[in-house]
């Protein structure tokens, strides 16, 4: 069965499922895990208007369009009526707008901003589930299921060019085991798996805290930045763990005539690849799993 790995309390990291629920079922799953959040009213003028804020109310959050209620992941969260409004809406904007390049900081940014690491064991594992089926589909399968693509006219139509970062950002945010997540990349060695690991490769911090935080009075903003810190030192370390210069070599051999960008990709990272400044000691590491299970 999958998914059958069952929580313990303060667990740290989640193996990454290989046999997630299907599609269908792990968007189902989200929805319902999130069902229980209303719609806030009292939306500020100055951002949105009054017609703006009734058309969205009088959504079904299930068939709602993109531009009926996507406007409000540009704004405050206080602008439009709170965490509730946004988490009311998130599944929809999951499903039809992950892949929307006008989301220029994606909804894993979103997510972070609103304490992902303490939202319910529920809510956490429908997301668990689900972005381990979008990144199968995704870095295995070609496609972007269950989320809607360009290809679907009721989404937001423009494919992001970072879809590969912030897909694996999702599973970090979701703490999905990061060793597990790179190992399984490199076992099914396709193409875009290696435009994922190369992405990350060039990113210093695939986990940077967000801007602004809106979390519950009784947490502290500073543990959250620390927290996110210690989460993307633990995933780079995981990653070189993962991945040798001589795997990025061999990968260059074999792919450089044939496919000559992803051959350059490769090359381009050789630069980038730096053990030294990423690999944690026992002490560190230790040190970082106190300051992420801190804000669990």
């Not at 189902?28 to 009054?50: I, P, S």
């Not at 609103?114 to 089926?133: P, S």
């Not at 399968?141 to 060019?161: A, I």
């Not at 000559?260 to 990272?269: F, I, K, T």
């Amino acid at each position: 069965m999958a998914g059958k790995t069952l929580p313990t309390e303060n667990q740290l990291f989640y193996p990454f499922d290989t046999s997630p629920p299907d599609g269908g079922r792990c968007i189902d799953n989200v929805y319902e895990a999130f069902a229980g959040y209303r719609f806030e009213g009292g939306w500020c003028l100055q951002c949105f208007t009054k017609e703006l804020e009734q058309n969205a109310q009088r959504q079904r959050v299930r068939e709602a369009p993109a531009n009926s209620f996507d406007m409000i992941y540009f704004e405050h969260p206080s602008c439009s009526g709170g965490i509730d409004t946004f988490l009311h809406f998130l599944p929809r904007g999951l499903e039809i707008s992950f892949f929307d390049s006008r989301h220029y900081m994606g909804f894993p940014d979103q997510m972070l901003k609103l304490g992902v690491f303490q939202w319910r064991e529920e809510e956490q594992a429908a997301l668990r589930h689900l972005f381990c089926r979008v990144a199968i589909s995704w870095f295995s399968e070609g496609t972007t299921e269950p989320l809607q693509g360009p290809t679907h006219q009721t989404s937001s139509w423009v494919m992001r060019g970072d879809a590969p970062l912030h897909i694996l950002q999702a599973l970090f945010f979701l703490r999905m085991e990061p060793g597990e997540v790179f190992r399984w990349l490199l076992k099914i060695d396709t193409k875009a798996a290696w435009y994922g690991i190369t992405q990350l490769l060039k990113d210093p911090s695939p986990v940077e805290s967000p801007v602004y935080f809106e979390l519950a009075e009784d947490r502290s903003e500073a543990d959250y930045n620390k927290a996110c810190e210690a989460l993307n030192r633990l995933c780079l370390d995981s990653l070189y763990a993962s991945l040798t210069s001589e795997r990025i070599f061999e990968k260059w051999l074999e792919v450089s005539d044939q496919d000559p960008r992803l051959g350059q990709e490769l090359s381009d990272v050789e630069s980038y690849y730096d053990p030294a400044a990423f690999v944690l000691s026992k002490e560190q590491r230790e040190e970082d799993e106190r300051l992420l299970r801190k804000v669990l």
